[in-house]
């Protein structure tokens, strides 16, 4: 039976992957025992975010010297989410996700599994397609791990696809209305697989419109550097070790404090990693006063979004390295979101 | 005996003084019973922020129209402190500090006093010269106020001269370079009238270099828009009407949310404004993870920190209005700050 | 029978109007006699540009000092059409167009006229009725200076109307897009007037979409410090003084330093004012190389624009102080622009 | 006897090599041929541009696959000198410089040559012991060449290193300002070695200051992602073979469009490369004409210089293919600059 292990990182700059260096050189981790890497650079988290893809070919170049397997080979296996954006009290790091096994036969413990979708073309993004190719992978993410029960899945994270210089195949020409439909139809593919969001609502016309569909368990990013929907599950399930929980909790608004406390007093123990989704409010104002993040043209509304909620988070967990990450289309209320924490159980 | 009032007023705009217009239409406050006005516009926050002069402007011409005195004589009397920048969950607001007679004699209660020092050229910007005549503006507003000990000081809001293109008889040819200096020396200023630093060790060289200085009382902002040092002080004082608290507490760091809450817990009640100050950690890191803010050649540190400090005071007091300002040279111990809360007694 | 003047000035901050006020002080300029002011504000040039806002009401308090009449008023007869965006090479500064009565008839020279629309609310921006009123001021604009043909229109400068927060009766809630609609909105309506665009092809499906549409003589701003469609017209007219010319010519592209060489050659003698429109090629390339100024989350497109035109307009006349607008639509060919060159005549 | 071959390739992201990979495939260029690169990718140019980093590690992969050597000794061995930062009309691209065996011996023709100097730890950056490292590379670079004579020299382009946190050792703390000091020294070091400043000026208290000391064939970048002196030398040797030429003309100043013209001019013919060097003029004027580019919080100096620098050579030479860096410190006239054009001879 598996047991699941968590190691929160540092890095120096987005091609610095020696920390996972040493625990490998040292043994304490095998690279083949290796499931998903979740992390966050110190780009601008946009289109032109290139800090995401160096960290990926450093990651897979590195895991290649260790397992032998080519770096292709290994990027269309071990999902890589990488969330660009650091702002304010914000920290670079990166969670990896392993698997060894373990012998405690009978146990039930957090369990993670992955899934990669079929390449998704710019044609195809926002689309009831990829709804379904993401819904899809979440079931195969979930039978991979043994998770049962579809309330037994804490998060759902998925990295999904964007395109430059979409054609006008796509749904929009414009690559940043892609990225949030993109965002929106794999937050509609979670939602369906969980049975969060009825299948038949989660329609192409519904997508970035109708707010009151969303699951509080989805975690999207979307980028160009990847092609596929890469899909990491974590729930509980019979035979895995016991001894890391998560926590999660949605939050209302950006100033939700209550619900950051509720996602810590979820997992009680050592925290190992720290999810949190939000976006900035579309109505314009927050509690009834107007915030200026979506007009600004010097600071795009994510920056601003992700070093506000970053650092409310960080100000309860006590430390900057919180995976933060904006556009919470369907993934939480409208101007809400969630937070989810892993924590070894005291 | 005057009565303190605080009146905490949103705006659509820099030059949207509307909010304040009704209130003196209303008679619900008198124009001439204004003593300070601080505020917090959605510009930038650096040199080139004109959002603060268009407020100032806006704002004289409006208590122009109403006392009859011109704007100039106006600006000259009444500090307008403004920062720049609402990154965030932050909105724009400003507090309206007003006095009015108030028959209730042998009274102890929150009181404002203000003054102007004598313009600094840019020549005089971080120099020993502006340390004395701020600490002598500080005297003047503590005896105008009636605050007689040093001890019943709460706050010490300053509005500190810069200069945009400083020529080579200043201390730094960089404006930047010398906002900082302005910051230092005011913060000096206060510090030495307070009795928080020693006059023997507020030099030029300590500025910006000796961390272990500072004052915790002490809120400091610089901007080209105004040519002396304004200074308010809040305090307690004999003769003023109470009702109204302030509550001040350091932050030790950026991440420090008891700081904050303890703020709050010294001023219950119904929250009228909230001030607060900090600064990017200059190690680098913040409980010994590396932060991003110093090195970002896109997004400016005090854009960083104000977002991110923003954030977390807002999410604690669960309203964005709060006036947030970068740059706390010597207003706290390094990389940490202070939060100052007004409320009315319950 | 008027004689238009030009006087090209600097500011050194966005509210100083001082070397205005030295010309009206001097007698060399009658602040009765200022038709429009076109001007180049050191903003970001978008929704939370408020240097246009600071400007336009100190110029209008100016010349209520020197006129007596109230700002509201003449902010509602003068056009004062800023851009704001001094990006690289370019130096803010302000264009003031006169014209004083002048004893020499039966002379023909460069004319000015101006009107202004009905105010446009949001929810009539980028519509067939903003078409139809910008068509009818430009039209108003040119009775007033006496334009009698079409074909004697050198340029239309307008200023159109937007919205910080435009609610769902509007064509767009994104404010970003009801910028660009507006542009596409005037261009039509002036292109309409001036017969370079057919009026039944100037409808609502083809703005931002039919790129064939557009007329070389449009250039126009839009912000949200104007809530009417203020129109200001160049052309050549009977009764008016010779001894001003203005030259303009298409740029086919951003490269296209020839198209720029041909507006100076146009109107040589004393340049008095440059004024250029242009945008990112919505391609992604110019010339089949790929430029990066529509994907960049930290730099605004406009800026990268503005950028660029400007500095090339600037290094073939040899001057910084160049109007430089981004967001042609409608206002030359795709990617491409136009120059305006004022110059007194040898 | 060698040939040198100039290779323009474009990229779709700064991971991309795919157009040399194309070239090596198909036989038209040998992997072990290639002597430097020098290329321009779409970062913001400053501390936190990881474009750079991300192209040499892709670059050094591709060499190695095609090589055999390993990537840290082709590193070692091949300079990559990039500068970040498309603004405006540039394109992201990257020359290729090669020299295969050519039988035509006694001709003489434009030669390539490359050193490193010994690594320059953060303590040395903008000390005489970087301006002698970079001094000695300059000559041995000249010797691998060939090129007999200073007067010779037409360029010499260097990347120098940088420290993303450099500590109390080093002459400046602030990283941005150790980058310029890098720059200061490393153009001192070429201005010594050509003969353009007398070694006994070239002080570490002349850096930044001394504005009339400077070399016109100097084009410095400086980054982290490099830890010594890259120094490429282009030049005239004996033994080459004929048919590229290299036009070099300074600027005076940023508008100096002549200069341009000159530059081109001097290389007639097809244009298989240009390299700019600029920088803001640090009066704040231009020509007389106030520029903002110092004083903006929002958009860092270098972008705004790069991407009007950048239009003008781009408009000149009708092409968004220039290699423009900002940062001339000592690399030509304060303001000014220099531009360099690679041509096949007619």
Not at 92 to 109: D, K, M, T, W
Not at 213 to 219: G, V
Request: neutral net charge.
């Amino acid at each position: 039976m598996p047991r699941l292990a968590i190691h929160r990182l540092s890095m120096s700059h987005p091609g610095d992957l020696s920390a996972l260096e040493t625990l490998l050189a040292a043994g304490k981790l095998r690279a083949a025992d290796i499931r998903a890497v979740i992390g966050k650079t110190e780009g601008n988290g946009g289109l032109n975010d290139f800090t995401r893809g160096f960290f990926t070919q450093s990651l897979m170049l590195l895991l290649s010297a260790h397992t032998g397997d080519p770096p292709d080979a290994l990027a269309a296996r071990v999902p890589c989410v990488l969330s660009g954006g650091t702002e304010g009290a914000l920290s670079p790091h990166y969670l990896v996700f392993s698997a060894a096994e373990h012998a405690a036969p009978g146990q039930r413990g957090l369990a993670i599994g992955t899934a990669f979708s079929q390449p998704t073309p710019a044609r195809e993004i926002g689309r009831e397609s990829q709804v379904r190719a993401v819904a899809q992978a979440v079931r195969a993410a979930m039978a991979q791990a043994g998770i049962a029960r579809t309330q037994d899945v804490a998060l759902v994270q998925v990295k999904a696809p964007c395109a430059q210089a979409p054609d006008a195949a796509a749904r929009s020409t414009d690559p940043r209305v892609l990225m949030a439909l993109s965002r929106a139809a794999a937050a509609f593919g979670v939602g369906v697989a969980l049975g969060d969001i009825a299948p038949d609502r989660a329609t192409e016309s519904a997508m970035l419109r109708d707010l009151t569909l969303f699951s509080n368990r989805a975690s999207i990013s979307s980028g160009i550097e990847v092609t596929a929907n890469e899909v990491v599950v974590f729930g509980t399930a019979e035979g895995w070790a016991p001894g890391i929980a998560a926590g999660v909790a949605p939050m209302r608004d950006l100033l939700d404090l209550a619900g950051v406390q509720a996602a810590l007093a979820a997992a009680p123990g050592e925290v190992l990693g720290v999810i949190a989704k939000g976006e900035p409010d579309r109505s314009g104002a927050i509690r009834g006063h107007r915030h200026t993040m979506l007009g600004d043209t010097d600071l795009d509304p994510q920056r601003h979004l992700r070093g506000a909620l970053g650092a409310i988070v960080a100000a309860v967990a006590g430390d900057g390295r919180v995976f933060v990450s904006g556009g919470a289309e369907h993934q939480g209320p409208p101007g809400g979101g969630l937070v989810c924490v892993f924590a070894r159980s005291p």
